[in-house]
T-cell receptor, first 108, second 113 residues
């Protein structure tokens, strides 16, 4: 069974601060997705990383895939209240394996 | 267009009712999924359909009955549910089963009284 450990589980910060969310596994994934979910809505795909060592940027969000394709990180620069939500990493290897999620709250 | 449409958005039902959740996508995806999600937790896989055939049933109780009438539609029939079945039910689709990117619908918020 593939497992993805996501940390931290909760993050409460002030507007303008930076933050990083981590996803780690002992298993290799063919790709890894990051989703953001608001209450009462479905997860929205932010990015897919496929190649070991890959770095992708989406405005203030930077995503990295580890060289061995076992871990990933999401870094947000200058967080805004609109970034508030549940962030999920999900590894692909047949089925999607989800991390436990990070609940991010950005206070104005 | 990466839209997966789910109806209804909200559903309240009693334990003796029969209801159905619907999901639709027009992206030409041949794999469709049902997930159950409790508050502040990740989605849990329930069923997978591949080319309109049930591929995976994650030991879901028989009070949940999936159906895939064609490649664009996925239903989840509900009967004799329990209050603990209250959750957000998510539908997703991907190009093929095991393909990397799954696109999710907005979900149906189900409350069982």
């Amino acid at each position: 069974t593939q497992l993805l450990e996501q940390s931290p589980q909760f993050l409460s910060i002030q507007e303008g601060e930076n933050l990083t969310v981590y996803c780690n596994s002992s298993s290799v994934f063919s790709s890894l997705q990051w989703y953001r979910q608001e209450p009462g809505e479905g997860p929205v795909l932010l990015v897919t990383v496929v190649t070991g060592g890959e770095v992708k940027k989406l405005k203030r969000l930077t995503f990295q895939f580890g060289d061995a394709r076992k871990d990933s990180s999401l870094h947000i620069t200058a967080a805004q209240p609109g970034d508030t939500g549940l962030y999920l990493c999900a590894g692909s290897g047949g089925k999607l394996t989800f991390g436990q999620g990070t609940i991010l709250t950005v206070h104005p | 267009d990466t839209e997966v449409t789910q109806t209804p958005k909200h559903l309240v039902m009693g334990m003796t009712n029969k209801k159905s959740l619907k999901c639709e996508q027009h992206m030409g995806h041949r794999a469709m999924y049902w997930y159950k999600q409790k508050a502040k937790k990740p989605p849990e896989l329930m069923f997978v359909y591949s080319y309109e055939k049930l591929s995976i049933n994650e030991s879901v109780p028989s009070r949940f009955s999936p159906e895939c009438p064609n490649s664009s539609l996925l239903n989840l029939h509900l009967h004799a549910l329990q209050p603990e079945d209250s959750a957000l039910y998510l539908c997703a689709s991907s190009l093929r089963q095991g393909q990397d990117i799954q696109y999710f619908g907005a979900g149906t918020r189900l409350s069982v009284l």
